[in-house]
């Protein structure tokens, strides 16, 4: 019996650090929160931003009164010449979400429409795994993880992926 115990604490010592690695914890006050007309894409990455200390794309949301597309948010990356992974909508390459949270990346995500002909939603995915997706949604004024099946996660994905490399980002 008390083999299998120490079997068993064994066992949830040397998983227990693998399941912590796996979400990113990004710090609150590092989230940015939405505001009028639609700034999610911009919260989004500079939630990360903040997160990875990119300097570069602090005020974000401060500088773009706007919404954002995929390619918005490319351009000014490219503009600040910060490196980053995309994913383009209409492909759902789940490894390369799992493959963000594990290495601490974390990654900005796009969501279809709620009706036909409205505009998408854009969050910040911090942990991905086969039953959960955590997420920060810059539309929470609390700036809570919330974490959702990863079923309904998939559903509303519409593919979009952008995943910032700050270990070669120019940083000013």
């Known amino acids: 019996m008390t ?9 949830v010592v040397l998983l227990l650090p693998c399941a912590a690695r796996a979400e990113v914890n990004i710090d609150p006050d590092c989230r940015m929160t939405n505001r009028p ?37 490319t ?7 910060v490196r980053y992974t995309l994913q383009q909508r209409g492909t759902q390459d789940r490894d390369l979400l799992r493959k963000a949270c594990v290495e601490g990346l974390g990654a900005v995500v796009g969501f279809r429409p709620l009706q036909e002909g409205g505009g998408g939603h854009i969050v910040t995915i ?18 809570r993880v919330r974490t959702m099946p990863t079923e309904r996660f998939l559903y509303w994905w519409d593919g979009f992926t952008l995943i ?3 270990e070669r980002a120019t940083k000013k």
């Open 126 to 143: 911090v942990d991905f795994t086969s039953d959960t997706v955590k997420v920060i949604d810059p539309n929470d004024q609390d700036r």
């Open 37 to 73: 007309p639609g700034r999610c894409g911009w919260c989004a990455v500079e939630t990360l931003a903040r997160h990875h200390r990119i300097k570069s794309l602090f005020g974000l949301v401060d500088d773009h009164a706007s919404t954002a597309n995929p390619e918005d948010l």
């Open 164 to 166: 910032l490399q700050p």
């Open 3 to 11: 083999k299998e115990i120490r079997g068993f604490a064994l066992t």
């Open 75 to 81: 351009a000014v990356l490219d503009k600040v010449k």
